[in-house]
């Protein structure tokens, strides 16, 4: 069954680093998002990424959080200068035309140490 | 801004019994809604999803229901197994828009236990 990859399952960093977090979605879909859960919290919708363009992105999703789609396979979410408050669960999800239903990854676990 | 709600954090349930997992919603403007499943170290599987033209949806052991008048739905597990032991998220989307599909608004999840 296809699946959404992520990439690294755990990335630790220093405050200030710039992190990478990588996807794959499923090879045939067309919309692209990030979501993240801060420990104990509900999952948020960060940005959505269609066209090779974003869609929609929320109030989180400020300068330091940048998306890309640099090889048609991966999708990527970089963050430039990490906060302590970035440690969370980051799950890429992607979703097929005229389909309703997002697949998520497993999620990368960003600890900002 | 809790636009979708699960008031129980938590429940337990004894294998083969019904587990009925509660979500409330504010927005109106919803009107796709899904039923996530997650285990600990695992990304949220879709489970069951309904559309607000329905207010019943039944796939094998899992049912969800909409009650659209009053922004509330649920999900019937029966019968309950051991393997459905997970936290349970409902999240709810605007529909499909010109250029793509909404971003999901989550609950904040119930774990649901099932007792054997």
């Known amino acids: 069954e296809p699946e959404v990859t992520q990439t690294p399952s755990h990335q630790v960093t220093q405050m200030g680093q710039e992190v990478i977090l990588r996807c794959v979605p499923i090879?045939?879909?067309?919309?692209f998002y990030w979501y993240r859960q801060i420990l104990g919290q509900k999952v948020e919708f960060l940005v959505s990424?269609?066209?090779?363009?974003?869609?929609?992105k929320s109030e989180i999703f400020d300068d330091q959080f940048s998306v890309e789609r640099p090889d048609g396979s991966n999708f990527t979410l970089k963050i430039r200068s990490t906060k302590l408050e970035d440690s969370a669960m980051y799950f890429c999800?992607?979703?097929?035309?005229?389909?309703?239903?997002?697949?998520f990854g497993a999620g990368t676990r960003l600890s900002v140490l | 801004d809790q636009q979708v709600k699960q008031n129980s954090p938590s429940l337990s349930v004894q294998e083969g019994r019904i587990s009925i997992l509660n979500c409330d919603y504010t927005n109106s403007m919803f009107d796709y809604f899904l039923w996530y499943k997650k285990y600990p170290a695992e990304g949220p599987t879709f489970l069951i999803s309904i559309s607000s033209i329905k207010d019943k949806n039944e796939d094998g052991r899992f049912t969800v229901f909409l009650n659209k008048s009053a922004k509330h739905l649920s999900l019937h597990i029966v019968p309950s197994q051991p393997g459905d032991s997970a936290v349970y998220f409902c999240?709810?989307?605007?529909?499909?828009?010109?250029?793509?599909?909404?971003?999901?608004?989550f609950g904040t999840g119930t774990r649901l236990t099932i007792i054997p």
């Open positions: 090879s045939n879909h067309l919309y």
């Open positions: 990424f269609y066209n090779n363009e974003i869609s929609e």
């Open positions: 999800a992607s979703i097929g035309r005229q389909e309703n239903i997002q697949y």
């Open positions: 999240a709810a989307s605007e529909g499909i828009s010109n250029f793509g599909n909404e971003k999901l608004t």
